[in-house]
């Protein structure tokens, strides 16, 4: 397991943490789009946030639940996981 999460994987927690299907593609075009337009709402991203939690055995920041965009999620996340690493 890579200690950063790409858009892909991002792609696919979005699928099973939230439910929502979204192409990587999709998602790597549309980075900076806020979250709301992919159709996550912030229990959704709440949920990716646990799955990220339990996957990587890492607390994510406060901050992660709050991102607005992709961008900001997978910086902050991203930022945290190097950290940790």
Request: hydrophobic share 40%; aromatic share 4%.
């Amino acid at each position: 397991m890579s200690d950063r999460i790409t858009v892909e994987e991002l792609a696919e927690l979005m699928k099973t943490a939230a439910g929502v299907t979204v192409a990587p593609q999709d998602l790597q075009q549309r980075y900076d789009s806020d979250f709301d337009t992919f159709g996550i709402d912030s229990l959704g991203l709440l949920g990716i946030v646990g799955e990220l939690e339990n996957r990587h055995g890492t607390p994510m920041p406060p901050d992660a639940e709050r991102c607005k965009t992709p961008h900001q999620f997978l910086d902050l996340v991203n930022t945290t996981l190097m950290a940790g690493a």
